[in-house]
Nanobody, 119 residues
Framework: QVQLVESGGGLVQAGGSLRLSCAAS????????MGWYRQAPGKQRELVAA???????NYADSVKGRFTISRDNAKNTVYLQMNSLKTEDTAVYYC?????????????WGQGTQVTVSS
């Protein structure tokens, strides 16, 4: 049974920091690309940051220079360090595990963790 369990969300003032964690079980973590997505009320889910199985990273333009994604394969955990938070970062943040491509693609999702940034 695959589980992705996010933690670390909460309420923070603008300019503050949070660190999200996603602990994975039931998958071979090291071969999966991992990502953080977010969904704000009334908006579509969007990619925030991703890290490949070999450690390559990419970020949404809106978070570049403020957020950092990392992974610890020994702990089966992916992190998202969020600094200089803005009110527009308020959303539910979801962890994603992905492997394969095309019709062989497999995706798993966590249940989400709320991040609220107050002004």
């Amino acid at each position: 049974q695959v589980q992705l369990v996010e933690s670390g969300g909460g309420l923070v003032q603008a300019g503050g920091s949070l660190r999200l964690s996603c602990a994975a079980s039931g998958i071979i973590f090291s071969i999966n690309d991992m990502g953080w997505y977010r969904q704000a009320p009334g908006k579509q889910r969007e990619l925030v940051a991703a890290i490949s199985s070999v450690g390559s990273t990419n970020y949404a333009d809106s978070v570049k220079g403020r957020f950092t994604i990392s992974r610890d394969n020994a702990k089966n955990t992916v992190y998202l360090q969020m600094n200089s938070l803005k009110t527009e970062d308020t959303a539910v943040y979801y962890c994603n595990a992905h492997r394969g491509g095309g019709r062989y693609a497999v995706d798993y999702w966590g249940q989400g963790t709320q991040v609220t940034v107050s002004s």
